[in-house]
């Protein structure tokens, strides 16, 4: 028996999530841009996401069933990308059940070409939130200091500005890369994940 999915939104403004005592607001952050990880040239093998051609090859017969076929799922790189989408579905769905709050889903430039850096648009209504960094490095994908102060002052505003101070560590100048500050980040919320963020 098949199980009928619920209707699906895309390309859509985020509608703010209204705090609520004990309701934490989940959000996902992808620093990647889709777009230049999708239009990779995929004769290079090198620090690229693989194509669905090859995810299938390795995973042999996993997506060999319709539903993965040309006329009905993205190929090449950007299916992949869209596997790790994907990916989080049930995630979303169980957080989504427990909280009272779907997860907001961000990305840094997302399918239709917009750029969303982390800014009060990201973290206004946002309890817990997880930073994917899988972007690779030669997409020159950087957190700017902007940003980098702009969770500062989110962290600080959930009562934690004294276990901050790792979270701005630039490398050479007043960007860094996204990777150390991710790692960063993801961390300091895996080990703090009980911190609650104030009325606002």
């Known amino acids: 028996m098949t199980t009928i999915q619920p209707a699906r939104t895309y390309n859509q403004k ?3 999530r209204k705090y609520a005592p004990g309701q934490r607001r989940v959000s996902i952050y992808w620093t990647w841009s889709y ?3 999708a239009n990779r040239d995929v004769t ?5 996401f693989s194509t669905m051609t090859e995810v299938r090859r390795v995973a042999w017969p996993a997506y060999e069933t319709p539903e993965w076929g040309a006329n009905a799922f993205l190929q090449g790189i950007a299916g992949t990308l869209e596997l790790f989408h994907r990916s989080t579905l049930d995630f979303q769905q169980i957080v989504g059940d427990t909280t009272g709050h779907s997860v907001a889903v961000f990305q ?3 399918q239709a070409g917009y750029n ?3 800014d009060e648009r ?3 209504d946002t309890d817990t939130l997880l930073v994917f960094g899988l972007d690779h490095l030669a997409a020159e994908q950087e957190a700017a200091s902007e940003e980098i102060a702009a969770v500062r002052e989110w962290l600080r505003r959930a009562c934690c500005s004294d276990r901050i101070t790792t979270l701005a560590r630039p490398a050479t100048s007043s960007s860094a890369r996204w990777n150390t ?3 960063e980040i993801r961390s300091f919320l895996g080990s703090n994940a009980s ?6």
Do not use: K, S
């Open 122 to 124: 990201v973290l206004a």
């Open 44 to 48: 290079e093998l090198d620090n690229r």
């Open 181 to 183: 500050p991710t790692m």
């Open 108 to 110: 840094r430039a997302d």
């Open 14 to 16: 985020h509608v703010p």
């Open 35 to 37: 777009p230049w990880e």
């Open 116 to 118: 969303l850096p982390i």
């Open 195 to 200: 911190v609650n963020t104030p009325d606002r």
